[in-house]
């Protein structure tokens, strides 16, 4: 059989976990490939709204697997928490919660490494979550990481300190005011690692290989967005990791051919939370609405999130770097009440009108040109199929699929699993 991924197309938090949980039941295998505990996937089922940081978001689903890849970086410490979170549900951990030996170990000095890059960075922050992920991934690739197959080995403490020394003396080199007790921040570590050893480790590639000749049917979660990707985002403002299609390879040792649909998840307007350029940010009463309304706050860190129109510019880019075969729209719900909505379709750049993402995107170099669209006054929330969605919303689709020339195949009208529309 063959994967599936579904990705998000902006700059995160489009509503992946919703999506995930809702695709599940079509899934033997459910998997993470890249990212860590900046995730924040959001569920909304029975009453009940969970977060899941770095466990995959098929979590709930009694049947299926869930897969921690090699291409993800994981905190002890936070997964642990994400763990006991879990407790009430009764979910066989070991049996259903896989993680590849290849993930590196966000250490405790990684985060404070974090913090202190962004200290000494002051207004040109990236506004990083601040959860350790980018020195993490720059020892990854620079070939210093701690793995969680790391764990196993008897030398792990030696491995461990040799590291954080090292960390310490760079935090050092930065030279800025961090409040941190080292000690009390190593036994938290060391109590949650034991903990993590007692679950379940495996070499997933050959896992997933294996289950794939099976014929098991996979999905792979991303976690961010497109414009976040470490080449596709908007450098230096991104994450550390390939959060695009190609990610999905690298991160779960699945090659190219195996890879089927696509699915690309959106939000009707857009959101950012963190640095970094946005071309068609709202500062007026139009953003504080779909703030209020979308309830856009971060998952994680709780920080605002800022928002805009759609930006079609950068989607069409989005659904080319991914090969975008199917589109997922969400807080459809969050645009009611507007009577006119924008969508950007084309930026001028350097006094020409450009319909693809240029180099520069910050507000000095481009100027967003937009659309106008009728909106619609009806509540979707209680919206149960296509047709009784308004004329008004069933033409702003229409219009995203040409320009895209991808179709929408599911419109969501609220954050619970069962408002979610097929189309
Ligand atoms: P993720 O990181 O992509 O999984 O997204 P987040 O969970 O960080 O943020 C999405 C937020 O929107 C969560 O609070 C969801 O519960 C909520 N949500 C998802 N889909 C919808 C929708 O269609 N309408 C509304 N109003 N909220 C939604
Ligand atoms: P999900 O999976 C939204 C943003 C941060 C910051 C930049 C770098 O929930 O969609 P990092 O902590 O990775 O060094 O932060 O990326 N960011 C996210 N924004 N959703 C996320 O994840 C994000 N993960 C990171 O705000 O601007
Ligand atoms: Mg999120």
Not at 170 to 193: C, K, R, T
């Amino acid at each position: 059989m063959t994967v599936d991924l579904l990705l998000g197309l902006q700059w995160g938090d489009e509503g992946k976990g919703k999506i995930v949980d809702v695709l599940t039941s079509k899934y033997d295998i459910i998997a993470r490939f890249q990212g860590g505990p900046n995730a924040g996937h959001t569920l909304e089922f029975d009453g009940i709204k969970h977060v899941l940081r770095t466990i995959p978001s098929g979590i709930f689903h009694k049947n299926s697997v869930n897969i921690i890849g090699n291409g993800v970086v994981m905190d002890p410490v936070v997964f642990q928490k994400e763990i006991e979170g879990l407790e009430k549900f009764n979910i066989d951990i070991q049996s259903r919660l896989l993680i590849s030996r290849k993930a590196h170990l966000i250490l405790p000095t990684h985060r404070l490494l974090d913090a202190a890059s962004e200290a000494s960075k002051g207004k040109a922050k990236i506004g990083s979550t601040l959860k350790g992920i980018g020195p993490t991934y720059m020892d990854k690739t620079g070939r210093n990481g701690l793995r969680v197959g790391d764990i196993e080995l008897d030398n792990f403490e030696e491995l461990y300190r040799h590291l954080a020394d090292k960390h310490q003396a760079m935090i050092d080199f930065y030279n800025v005011d961090l409040q941190y007790d080292l000690a009390e921040l190593e036994a938290e570590f060391f109590a949650a690692v034991k903990e993590l050893k007692k679950l379940t480790f495996i070499d997933s590639e050959e896992y997933l290989n294996k289950a794939m000749k099976e014929g098991k049917t996979i999905l792979a979660e991303g976690a961010q967005g497109s414009l976040l990707d470490i080449d596709f985002g908007t450098y230096p403002f991104v994450t550390s990791s390939n959060t695009t299609a190609a990610g999905a390879c690298t991160g779960l040792g699945i090659a190219p051919n195996r890879v089927k649909d696509v699915f690309g998840i959106f939000k009707a307007y857009t959101t950012r939370v963190g640095s970094g350029p946005f071309p068609t940010e709202l500062f007026d009463e139009d953003g504080a609405t779909m703030a209020r309304v979308g309830n856009e706050f971060g998952s994680v860190t709780g920080r605002a999130r800022r928002c805009g129109w759609l930006d079609l510019v950068a989607l069409k880019y989005a659904v080319q770097v991914n090969g975008v075969t199917a589109l997922y729209m969400m807080k459809g719900d969050v645009l009611s009440g507007f009577d006119t909505l924008k969508v950007c379709t084309a930026y001028k750049y350097k006094g020409q009108e450009i319909n693809h993402l240029p180099y520069n995107i910050e507000p000095e170099n481009v100027e967003p040109i937009f659309v106008e669209k009728k909106g619609w006054a009806a509540d979707l929330t209680g919206m149960t199929t296509y047709e009784q969605l308004p004329a008004e919303l069933k033409e702003y689709i229409e219009f995203i699929e040409k320009e895209l020339e991808v179709p929408i195949k599911v419109v969501s009208v609220g954050p619970d699993r069962t408002q979610t529309i097929m189309k």
